[in-house]
């Protein structure tokens, strides 16, 4: 199947950094991607669509400039948390790919002290 | 109410035995369904499409009931190695949805 990569794989960070999480499909080109985020024991939920060379689409709830999303080409996204707290800590996971398969990156585990 | 939900579980079941979870989405506009499986700390891979009609790999079994709103998963001949969490999804035009989730241990 298509790859899917992220970058960075775990980031541990004070409390009011920003941290930027890059999503890159590897073989294939994405015009749409879409990012989710877990807590533990909870299920995967949408925040919000990436769309190359357009503004991203955020799930009710979620703050657009608390997670800036930026999909400057066709086969990389990224999501950056500004001013991260405790409470952002958790699993971002991203996925690309085709209409019925959608492929997620292996995802980026966030703890913010 | 969750747009799609499962029995969180867990699943403690012997090897051999067989398993069935489910789920149900309240969304009757959902297009596609799936069974993911996730492992701790990882990300979901598919684990098979569901169609109407059901389909089967292996030892794995998916139902979709479009009026009930309802999907399954029968898991025959249960594995040591398939103790993890597994996830029903829902594609709503280009969204994926996902369930909590329903955590299975198999043990010997």
């Known amino acids: 199947g298509a790859v899917v990569s992220q970058h960075p794989s775990r980031v541990i960070c004070k409390s009011g950094t920003s941290v930027k999480i890059e999503c890159r499909s590897l073989?294939?080109?994405?015009?749409?991607m879409f990012w989710y985020r877990q807590f533990p024991k909870q299920s995967l939920m949408l925040m919000a669509t990436?769309?190359?060379?357009?503004?991203?689409?955020?799930e009710q709830g979620v703050e657009k400039d608390k997670f800036l999303i930026n999909h400057a080409s066709l086969t990389l996204s990224t999501l950056t948390v500004t001013s991260a707290h405790p409470e952002d800590s958790s699993f971002y996971i991203c996925?690309?790919?085709?209409?019925?398969?959608?492929?997620f990156g292996p995802g980026t585990r966030l703890t913010v002290l | 109410r969750k747009e799609v939900e499962q029995d969180p579980g867990p699943f403690n079941v012997p090897e051999g035995a067989t398993v069935a979870f489910n789920c149900t989405y309240s969304?009757?506009?959902?297009?596609?369904f799936f069974w993911y499986r996730q492992d701790c700390r990882k990300e979901p891979k598919l684990l098979m499409s569901?169609?109407?009609s059901g389909n089967e790999d292996g030892r794995f079994t998916a139902q979709l009931n479009r009026a009930s709103q309802y999907i399954s998963l029968l898991i025959r001949d249960s594995k040591l190695s398939d103790s993890a969490t597994y996830l029903c999804?829902?594609?709503?035009?280009?969204?994926?949805?996902f369930g909590a989730g329903t955590r299975l241990a198999v043990h010997p």
């Open positions: 999804a829902v594609r709503r035009y280009n969204k994926l949805i």
């Open positions: 569901v169609y109407s």
């Open positions: 073989d294939f080109q994405a015009t749409t």
């Open positions: 996925t690309g790919g085709a209409y019925n398969e959608q492929f």
């Open positions: 990436s769309n190359e060379g357009s503004k991203a689409t955020y």
């Open positions: 969304n009757s506009a959902s297009q596609s």
